[in-house]
């Protein structure tokens, strides 16, 4: 082992204790990273103890896999889970259903944004990747292995987390979790009343270091907004990196900054 090699492993050994580990990629002269481990799932699990009372909104459902943590994690929450793909949502419906959860998992086959209406929402040979937003050539190069390849395209109707809140009664939301595919700044600007009024404790969200949907939130306007609504960041977590081991994508998680 080099000395190199020997430096890095010695630093990991040391600065794992926090969660992150050093990265040395293979070509020379390249830049290193620190990713931190783990997940979002992680960082709640530390930040919030499970209460009878505390509210999720899990934009972004799919087909229901984040709800099923969710649940795990906070057995007596009420998750409101909110899938607009057709195929995903039935089966986030039929999982809903089952007596495990106890209706504590509410499906709404609605998309987020920053207005209501309707819009078309882009399905995809792989659903994760579905959203409002058309996808970026950059994408396509980036990813030739076929899961942006359009099937259809589909009217959804789409709604605000303000009216929705304000429609369902909601006073406060302990988690909102954001996976939509590039529509998240739209989706945090469409819950301005809730976050300015100090009414959500945490929120998750996709952060995309490279094009991928056309119009996509940048991570310095999603940063810039959540603090300007009094949130600071507490964690950023590694999603996605290239062969090179630049990064795609993270995983955001905020808080709502303490007052003093």
Not at 5 to 31: C, D, E, V, W
Not at 137 to 162: C, H, N, Y
Request: net charge negative.
């Amino acid at each position: 082992m080099g000395l190199r090699a020997s430096i890095l492993k010695l630093t990991n050994r040391l600065i794992g204790y926090f969660g992150i580990r050093l990265t040395r990629l293979q070509q020379p002269g390249q830049p290193r990273k620190v990713f931190p481990r783990g997940n979002f799932f992680d960082v709640l699990e530390k930040h919030l103890h499970a209460s009878a009372n505390m509210t999720i909104l899990d934009i972004g459902a799919y087909n229901g896999i984040s709800a099923k943590r969710f649940h795990t994690l906070f057995p007596h929450a009420c998750i409101h889970s909110f899938e607009p793909g057709p195929d995903s949502y039935l089966a986030l419906d039929e999982m809903s259903r089952s007596a495990e959860y106890d209706t504590r998992i509410v499906p709404h086959r609605l998309a987020l944004s920053s207005q209501a209406g309707s819009r078309l929402f882009h399905r995809h040979q792989a659903p994760q990747t579905d959203s409002l937003l058309d996808t970026h050539p950059d994408a396509l190069k980036q990813w030739p292995d076929g899961r942006f390849d359009p099937i259809a395209s589909v009217e959804t109707t789409v709604e605000t987390v303000d009216r929705f809140c304000t429609n369902a009664g909601i006073d406060t939301i302990d988690i909102m979790k954001i996976d939509a595919q590039g529509e998240d700044l739209n989706i945090l600007r469409g819950a301005e009343s809730m976050l300015s009024q100090g009414r959500v404790g945490i929120v998750v969200v996709e952060l995309y270091y490279v094009p991928v949907y056309r119009g996509q939130g940048e991570p310095h306007e999603i940063i810039q907004y959540l603090d300007q609504q009094g949130f600071a960041n507490i964690a950023y977590l590694c999603h996605d990196t290239d062969k090179s081991g630049r990064l795609l994508c993270v995983d955001a998680v905020f808080e709502r900054k303490k007052i003093l």
